[in-house]
């Protein structure tokens, strides 16, 4: 099964948003930030850690860093890549990612082209991600109270078959911030054929957990 959760791929250390004009020994008040809210998360953070937990395996999702005040400046993900990229990110008027894609220096298209909708709250609802110019998946989430994901349903196509996940979270642990470090996530996936019989179907359990610092 692909990996769609938290539909941005991955390609080594890279640069999503440039650092802040003020230092961070400036700042005395912390606001939250899209970027914070997009990765559901609160507070002045440092950075996080995500992976997901498997038979005791464990496997990075991302890992992120953010400045003193709230924009982040490093991602890596893993997507058995290893090679810079180079990387374009388009913010609209309240400072959302809309827009982020990330080519291999000699390629002709994005890597990896990540297209963001947001609702009336600030949230992240629809994500489309394109991976090597035809491998796409979309993405549509909800969120609760909390900003933390609810529900999501993640689509793609192999082969002429629509692969269809419903995702439900379930979230076990919170720090002392009230950001989540641990949730379980059962997943309903199903292969589809174009006449919209179902050919495949299984459910899936998996963990995920977090490390973040603080400033």
């Not at 890596?76 to 809309?98: C, F, M, P, S, W």
Request: hydrophobic fraction near 35%.
């Amino acid at each position: 099964m692909k990996k769609m959760l938290f539909a941005l791929a991955a390609i080594g250390s890279l640069v999503l948003a440039g650092c802040s004009e003020k230092k961070a020994e400036e700042v005395v008040e912390f606001v939250d930030t899209s970027d914070l809210k997009m990765y559901e998360l609160t507070g002045n953070v440092k950075s996080v850690k995500a992976y997901t937990v498997k038979r005791g395996n464990e496997e990075l999702i991302y890992t992120l860093a953010f400045d003193a005040n709230g924009l982040a400046t490093t991602h890596k993900y893993d997507l058995d890549l290893d090679i810079d990229a180079n990387v374009n990110v388009e913010r609209n008027e309240k400072g959302e990612i809309t827009i982020y894609n990330a080519a291999l220096p000699d390629a002709k298209k994005a890597k990896v082209n990540v297209e963001y909708t947001y609702n009336e709250k600030g949230q992240a609802e629809k994500i489309v991600t394109v991976r090597d110019g035809w491998n796409k998946t979309t993405e549509k989430v909800k969120y609760d109270e909390q900003n933390n994901r609810l529900k999501a349903t993640a689509e793609s196509y192999e082969d002429d078959m629509r692969i269809v996940d419903d995702i439900t979270y379930n979230y076990k642990s919170y720090d002392e911030k009230g950001n989540w470090t641990e949730r379980e996530l059962t997943i309903r996936n199903r292969t589809i054929d174009w006449e919209g019989d179902v050919l495949h179907e299984q459910t899936i359990r998996k963990t995920e957990k977090r490390e973040i610092l603080y400033y």
